[in-house]
């Protein structure tokens, strides 16, 4: 009785060890898998915005609108402009993780943490003056001139195209570093005499000076010459009376040089979060603009930063397919169910597949290693068969005990027999040699 219960407490043992195993092995396998594939969304994410009365600040408010709708909190961060949110971007201490970029403020080698979910619309390089037109780019010397405030992309390209028609320093032109709204209000009271603006044709301060009075729009010299020197520039034609046909404002076809506004993000943004934004950002911007076709935008267009791997698959099927057919939320918790049963179905399947066989394996090698002893004592007496009965017949008693003091479950009981048997065999030629023999008349 009690040989069946300590037979039954092993078996017992020796599966709650198993079950154990598997269950530590489970919730390290779950541990990496989380880890490696970050199942779960954040429920807020940061945007750095241009100031407030921009297209860029706009366009931020509706995608927050849009991505509160599936409960994510999209936090906005003004900045003084593109060159800024750039910086804030590419430092990860600074918890922003999205950003609309003008193109020709960065590029791959300078931002490799980032990367473009696409185009969205084109931004426009304003130049109004007053007073006179502008018909050379040697008709702004001597001009009180306001090109955006310092960290904006329009004072960045703004300096940098002036530079290229020798146009600035101070003894040159006066350079402000103004914001949109006081370049208006100071333009129109004669404070300065020109301001470049970088924005969109949809920006209600573009409309104010396009329609003012005494104000003028001037059209870019040499447009062509900008755009074979500068890839990311687009030459545009702002149709006569567009602004105004009442007042025919402005008088003229006007060419513009034009940037394109990408969606930026850090490649460590979340692919869930990304594939939200592309869909905010579709329905922001698919709709037909002064400049662009309906469905035009967004694009999968790579200008500065390469288009991301979850934005290529967006433009080509669309959202994932639990997206498209469940809420949000719900899509995340159903892949992350997904994700859970990687390691269920890729580790732990296999280990209960063949958990039994390892199991037989674990109870065999307890008794092989009793087989082993048994093996080597016999090869001990082939090499001196008359010398050391007494040692050889002590061992195989120890060994014996040992065996006898084993207990397996009931399935492998053979294999002890079997190796009691075995152990009698060895103990019958034990007692068959010469010095055995005497050791047991001697006894008699």
Known sequence: MMTILNRTNAT?????????????????????????????????????????????????????ELLRRD???????????????????????????????PSGVTDEQ?????????????????GFSRGRAVRRHEDLAGLRISIGPEGSGSHLLATEFLARVGIINRTSATLLSLSAEDSAAKLQSGEVDAAILLDAWETPVVHQLLTAKDVSLDGVPRADAFVALYPFLHKLTLP????DM?????????????TKAS???????????Q????????????????????????????????????????????????????????AVLAQQLLVLLIPVLGVVYPLLRFSPAIYSW???????????????????????????????????????????????????????????LHVGVVRQRIEKLPGQVQEVDRQA
């Open 12 to 64: 017992r043992r020796y599966l709650v060890i198993t079950l154990i195993a598997l269950v530590a092995l489970t919730g390290v396998l779950t541990w990496l898998t989380f880890v490696v594939f970050r199942p779960t969304p954040p429920r807020s994410v940061t945007m750095a915005i241009d100031p407030e009365g921009s297209f860029n600040a706009i366009a931020a408010k509706r995608y927050s």
């Open 71 to 101: 409960g994510i909190d999209l936090k906005l961060v003004p900045t003084a402009g593109a060159v800024e949110s750039v910086a804030r971007l590419q430092d990860p201490r600074s918890g922003v993780s999205i950003a609309i970029i």
């Open 110 to 126: 300078k931002s490799p943490d980032l990367i473009s979910l696409g185009t969205l619309y084109y931004e426009p390089l304003w």
């Open 240 to 243: 006569a009376g567009v602004a």
């Open 246 to 258: 009442k007042e025919n404002r402005p008088p003229n076809d006007v060419v513009l040089l034009a």
């Open 263 to 273: 969606l930026v993000v850090r490649r460590d943004l979340h692919p869930a979060i």
């Open 275 to 330: 594939y939200r934004l592309l869909e905010a950002a579709s329905r922001a911007h698919s709709a037909a603009g002064l400049f662009h076709a309906a469905g035009q935008f967004p694009a999968p267009e790579v200008i500065d930063l390469p288009l991301g791997t979850h934005a290529r698959e967006f433009y080509k099927t669309g959202p994932p397919f639990l997206q498209r057919h469940l809420p949000f939320w719900l």
């Open 362 to 420: 674990l109870q065999h090698r307890r008794v092989y290693r009793l087989y082993s002893e048994l093996m080597v004592l016999e090869g001990e007496m082939a090499s001196s068969p008359a010398h050391h009965t007494d040692k050889y017949m002590e061992r195989l008693n120890q060994l014996e005990e040992r065996a006898s003091r084993l207990s397996l479950p009931m399935a492998f009981q053979p294999l002890l027999y079997a190796l009691r």
